[in-house]
């Protein structure tokens, strides 16, 4: 049936036997042979999200597999050569805060780094690069092929072998491995399903529609009936990627250069530089549409079925007919973007087309610089299902399938950073499932990722959800500089993910800080001296003496390289270590913000210890709730009070009476507990006491998070 939002959802069908698989073909009577192989951990899906799961999980130390439909397109960048930009350059530092892959392998595959947002502050600078899609490709398949504990084999999977749910945990059933094309089964502890557009995936050009999750590439057909008929809320969204056009067809020279950063900004804490000389990065060149263009589009938009379709497409990420559309009688911005440092190919960043072939031609040819390009390949839209993200837990494990996780584009996201952060946590989480350890939950006070995945599992998503700086309450502490701080300790102690070396590396710098930051608040003088130390910085006479070093940093004009200048002894060992330097520097400028906000975050930090349990019957709860506050907690099934808190149309009302009802609860189950045992269980178990701190809540107060 059709349910709010767009999504479908059909009824689950009745629990099997232990042994026995749903929903499938007569392929599945053989599926518990003792013959076929098992692993702790299968992963469906070779892209963004698929990649780092597997290498997470592997790292963690479980025997991990990775079923792809060819290996060969492992890495493979299916829509624009970048990587990172602002709020998805924050993603790329944690992922590889917590070991991921993408940082390392964009240090050793672009052509063409910056630094977006520079004219504000660190703490929302976005990191980005062009890639060398080959290099990237050739580099990735080479990290995975020879990681420990992962085997990659090429193979779809058509079906998931199911059993009874374990008692103590939500689920109607558990997964315990797949079945794959050939009839074949591959047992496993937990699965990973990374599919990105390929789910049910159709690709269309103008009134022409084909299977296919990639150009080229099939679909996932069983897979994705089998998760509807296991009851999973089904979506549908669209994406779309533009023509590709030849580099020596292309007129340059009346076009806006746009130039790369020199020296480049690595993205991985373990790169002291990327792999490129600076001189030797390639530009970026900017066009833009003409009113030629839009006439052509507005008087074919009869040819096209791609933007006639009521599926969600990416807001920030639109067709060129999306835009000419929305925003009439403007020009639209065209960056011209290398693929390789080889290559022939342009990416035309902003031209995003699904017209037939011969009319994406005449839109080209309008374009200034562009009117001789030769077009490669013609832009296509895809169309793929997606499962409501509402269904999964924080560690991104599913509710209604035990073990089952997934990760990427399949949750409701777009953009490879989104996939990879996802995947990391997936894969990090569908390990410790594995070992019987809890999870491995980023909040979103600790991270990106936290904000993104809370976002999804909280709130849903209708349209392909992208990370942007203005989702992040907590900016100032979040910032890129710092995510090593923030996760690679976590990573290491609690999941096991993080490398020796990476998380010695960690370690020191932790400690270099802490150092530093002594060092400086330390070294006090008179505003006076040090208006003679260092006349070019121009400071107020009628600020209080003695001023530390460390609050001189925080002028515009200071950094480590001018205070060791001035006062050699002892900061000149503090400036020799530019990395160090330049954190230190950052630490100062966000220090009276980082305090500020400090209250902020332990408030929500506490609201998320309060943790609700996972078969909370709403609608049986004796609270002062409505019927329309019970749906939506019943629909979205948030996790802890915190995230009750960011659920729209959830009052401040219905909050404190549920907080209100958890406490009592908690009051009594601890009555309980402390009389003598009597052999019989009460009800109130369903509310464990590891579930609550041991905090008074009696002067808590409650405010709906900002999103």
Same mark, same amino acid.
């Given at each position: 049936m059709l349910l709010r939002s767009g999504w479908r959802r059909l009824a689950l069908t009745p629990a099997l036997r232990p042994g026995?698989?749903?929903?499938?073909?007569?392929?599945?009577?053989?599926?518990?042979?003792?013959?076929?192989?098992?692993?702790?951990?299968?992963?469906?899906?070779g892209g963004h999200a698929g990649t780092e799961a597997a290498a997470a999980a592997a790292r963690g130390g479980a025997r991990t597999?990775?079923?792809?439909?060819?290996?060969?397109?492992?890495?493979?960048?299916?829509?624009?050569?970048?990587? *990172?930009?602002?709020?998805?350059?924050? =993603?790329?530092?944690?992922?590889?805060? %917590?070991?991921?892959?993408? #940082? &390392? @392998?964009c240090d050793r595959s672009g052509v063409h780094y910056k630094v977006l947002n520079r004219g504000k502050g660190p703490a929302v600078w976005g990191l980005r690069a062009q890639i060398d899609r080959g290099r990237y490709k050739e580099t990735m398949q080479k990290e995975i092929l020879n990681t420990p504990l992962l085997t990659v084999r090429e193979a779809s999977v058509e079906d998931l072998l199911l059993t009874?749910?374990?008692?103590?945990?939500?689920?109607?059933?558990?997964?315990?491995?797949?079945?794959?094309?050939?009839?074949?089964?591959?047992?496993?502890?937990?699965?990973?399903?990374?599919t990105?557009?390929?789910?049910?995936?159709?690709?269309?050009?103008?009134?022409?529609?084909?299977?296919?999750?990639?150009? *080229?590439?099939?679909?996932?057909?069983? =897979?994705?009936?089998?998760?509807?008929? %296991?009851?999973?809320?089904? #979506? &549908? @969204?669209?994406?779309?990627?533009?023509?590709?056009?030849?580099?020596?067809?292309?007129?340059?020279?009346?076009?806006?250069?746009?130039?790369?950063?020199?020296?480049?900004?690595?993205?991985?804490?373990?790169?002291?530089?990327?792999?490129?000389?600076?001189?030797?990065?390639l530009s970026c060149y900017l066009t833009h549409t003409t009113l030629k263009a839009q006439q052509i589009i507005h008087d074919n938009l009869h040819l096209n079925n791609h933007i006639r379709e009521t599926t969600r497409g990416p807001r920030y990420c639109p067709s060129l007919e999306s835009k000419v559309l929305r925003f009439p009688n403007r020009q639209h911005q065209v960056w011209l973007e290398p693929e390789g440092l080889e290559s022939n190919v342009i990416y035309p960043q902003g031209m995003s087309m699904t017209l037939p072939p011969e009319l994406q031609e005449q839109v080209i040819k309008s374009v200034p610089g562009l009117e001789k390009?030769?077009?490669?390949?013609?832009?296509?839209?895809?169309?793929?299902?997606?499962?409501?993200?509402?269904?999964?837990?924080?560690?991104?494990?599913?509710?209604?399938?035990?073990?089952?996780?997934?990760?990427?584009?399949i949750n409701g996201t777009t953009g490879y950073e989104e996939a990879a952060a996802q995947g990391v946590i997936a894969g990090i989480n569908a390990c410790l499932r594995v070992h019987g350890k809890p999870p491995f939950i980023v909040s979103r006070t600790e991270g990106y990722i936290g904000v993104l995945i809370d976002d999804l599992t909280t709130l849903g998503t209708s349209e392909p959800y992208r990370m942007f700086t203005s989702r992040v309450e907590f900016r100032m502490s979040l910032r890129p500089d710092n995510a090593d701080a923030r996760l690679t300790h976590r990573g290491f102690e609690e999941a096991g993910c993080v490398s020796q070396h990476r998380y010695e590396q960690a370690v020191k710098m932790r400690a270099a800080l802490e150092d530093g930051i002594a060092t400086l608040k330390s070294l006090q003088f008179s505003i006076s001296k040090w208006s003679q130390l260092i006349p070019e910085i121009p400071f107020s006479s009628s600020r209080r003496s003695p001023v530390s070093a460390f609050d001189i940093l925080q002028h515009p004009e200071a950094n480590m390289e001018v205070l060791a200048r001035a006062v050699p002894e002892p900061l000149g060992?503090?400036?020799?270590?530019?990395?160090?330097?330049?954190?230190?520097?950052?630490?100062?400028?966000?220090?009276?913000?980082?305090?500020?906000?400090?209250?902020?975050?332990?408030?929500?930090?506490?609201?998320?210890?309060?943790?609700?349990?996972?078969?909370?019957?709403?609608?049986?709860?004796?609270?002062?709730?409505?019927?329309?506050?019970?749906?939506k907690l019943d629909s979205n099934r948030p996790q802890t009070i915190g995230a009750v808190s960011r659920i729209p149309g959830i009052t401040p009302a219905a909050i404190v009476n549920l907080l209100?009802?958890?406490?009592?609860?908690?009051?009594?189950?601890?009555?309980?507990?402390?009389?003598?045992?009597?052999?019989?269980?009460?009800?109130?178990?369903?509310?464990?006491?590891?579930?609550?701190?041991?905090t008074d809540f009696s002067q808590s107060t409650f405010v709906k998070t900002p999103l």
């Open positions: 026995h698989r749903r929903a499938g073909s007569e392929v599945g009577a053989a599926a518990a042979t003792a013959t076929s192989p098992r692993y702790e951990v299968v992963v469906i899906g597999l990775l079923l792809t439909h060819r290996i060969g397109t492992i890495g493979e960048m299916s829509c624009n050569p970048s990587f *990172g930009g602002i709020g998805k350059g924050h =993603l790329m530092r944690e992922v590889d805060a %917590l070991d991921g892959l993408c #940082g &390392r @392998l009874e749910p374990e008692p103590g945990h939500p689920g109607k059933c558990q997964v315990t491995g797949v079945i794959l094309g050939d009839g074949s089964t591959v047992h496993a502890e937990s699965v990973i399903l990374t990105g557009t390929f789910l049910r995936g159709m690709v269309l050009i103008g009134l022409e529609m084909h299977p296919a999750g990639r150009l *080229g590439d099939q679909p996932a057909i069983g =897979l994705a009936q089998t998760l509807e008929k %296991l009851g999973f809320a089904v #979506g &549908r @969204l669209k994406t779309g990627t533009p023509p590709r056009l030849a580099k020596d067809t292309i007129d340059f020279s009346g076009l806006e250069e746009r130039t790369a950063d020199n020296p480049p900004v690595p993205f991985s804490f373990l790169s002291e530089a990327v792999w490129i000389k600076p001189e030797d990065q390009a030769k077009m490669l390949q013609p832009g296509y839209g895809v169309q793929y299902d997606f499962l409501d993200p509402r269904q999964l837990t924080a560690s991104l494990e599913s509710r209604l399938v035990q073990r089952l996780f997934f990760a990427g584009q060992r503090l400036a020799q270590w530019r990395e160090l330097a330049e954190r230190l520097k950052i630490e100062a400028a966000y220090e009276w913000c980082v305090v500020n906000q400090q209250q902020e975050i332990e408030e929500v930090r506490r609201d998320e210890a309060l943790r609700l349990p996972e078969d909370l019957d709403y609608f049986a709860i004796d609270a002062s709730l409505s019927t329309e506050v019970r749906e209100r009802f958890v406490k009592t609860n908690h009051q009594k189950t601890e009555k309980l507990k402390a009389l003598p045992p009597t052999g019989k269980v009460t009800g109130e178990e369903v509310f464990r006491e590891s579930n609550f701190p041991k």
